[in-house]
């Protein structure tokens, strides 16, 4: 009679079959969740700069309100394409069709955000 072993060297410790376990649950987890599209009509309260609340601004680190400031400074339209494809993780097919405006277009004005974004964090402060 063969007794059976715990710990077999060739099949890993059970920490690691633990880890394993807990990111494939973890990588579930998020594939499972489905990005939820924001209204035009809160878009405005996607790119505010400040917070309300003293928690909310001490929340807001310097890196987070300088991206806000810089995004709220890019022209309405490009703005508008970024939050949309960032924040609300649509595509630029599903941005085109909802703003009605071509497929290029939408992809010219994230691009063209994005290069914005890119010259405003690249310069020193």
């Known amino acids: 009679m063969q007794r059976f072993r715990l710990s077999d060297s060739r099949r890993g410790s059970v920490m690691t079959w633990l880890a394993a376990m807990a990111r494939n649950l973890a990588i579930d987890a998020v594939r499972s969740r489905r990005p939820e599209p924001v209204g035009p009509e809160d878009l405005d309260a996607v790119l505010d700069v400040v917070g309300e609340t003293p928690e909310q601004r001490a929340l807001a680190g310097e890196a ?29 097919q599903q941005i085109a069709d909802r703003e009605k405006i071509p497929l290029g277009t939408v992809k010219a004005r994230i691009r063209a955000a ?12």
Do not use: D, I, Y
């Open 64 to 92: 987070s309100s300088r991206l806000r400031a810089a995004v709220a400074e890019l022209p309405r339209e490009q703005g508008r394409a970024l939050v949309l494809a960032g924040t609300c993780g649509l595509t630029a």
């Open 114 to 125: 994005m290069g914005k974004l890119r010259t405003t964090f690249a310069s020193p402060r």
